[in-house]
């Protein structure tokens, strides 16, 4: 890719619509290492709109579970809906890509991360989990939600989103977790912004 006539373009796209947008297979295109590039050109001063994937997964949420709909968006004039920092932009090229909902203020977060899991889970993991996935057995959707965790770090929305799995019984998940020993579950934003890296 022309790195350099893809920022110029995108710079035109700002100057017209005061915002960036990619679309699904720019996306696919970049690079990690452009997509750092990308961000570094614009940073400071540029918001980008959501894919259209993340998109249509808020627009669920906004009828699923309204009250963490509202705590992320509500504020935002509808013209102006979407719009993040041009920092997420690397959040948009991972292998499960998505905004994450992990700054909540007003309801519980259930944002988690390799991090969040306590050494049980991670015997849990390394022992039954691991054995389940070679056997090509069934997981337990408390087992899927600890494996997937050790890979890329979600929030129970996006996953319920994922498998079709009702929110309330993704909370009940996070409690059997939590109380097995599996995971620590931070429902604070300030305990929670020591786990965020990005």
């Not at 509202?70 to 932009?89: A, I, K, R, T």
């Not at 309801?107 to 056997?135: A, C, D």
């Not at 057995?137 to 939600?145: K, M």
């Amino acid at each position: 890719m022309d790195l350099k006539a893809f920022i110029e373009n995108k710079e035109r796209q700002k100057a017209e619509k005061q915002y960036l947008q990619f679309s699904e297979g720019e996306l696919e295109k970049l690079r990690p290492d452009e997509v750092e590039r990308i961000i570094e050109h614009f940073r400071g001063n540029t918001l980008v709109k959501l894919p259209e994937s993340e998109i249509a997964f808020f627009e669920w949420l906004k009828k699923v579970d309204r009250a963490v709909w509202n705590d992320l968006w509500e504020d935002d004039p509808e013209e102006e809906s979407y719009l993040v920092s041009v920092d997420f932009l690397r959040e948009f090229i991972r292998e499960t890509p998505s905004f994450p909902i992990c700054d909540l203020i007003d309801e519980p977060n259930y944002w988690f991360t390799f991090r969040h899991i306590k050494p049980k889970g991670l015997e849990y993991l390394q022992e039954e989990i691991r054995l389940k996935v070679e056997m090509d057995e069934d997981l337990s959707l408390e087992e899927l939600f600890l494996l997937e965790i050790s890979v890329s770090p979600t929030d129970i929305w996006h996953f319920a989103h994922r498998h079709a799995v009702d929110v309330s019984r993704m909370k009940q998940a996070i409690a059997q977790m939590e109380s097995k020993g599996w995971i620590v579950h931070l429902p604070n934003r300030d305990d929670l912004v020591k786990y965020i890296d990005f």
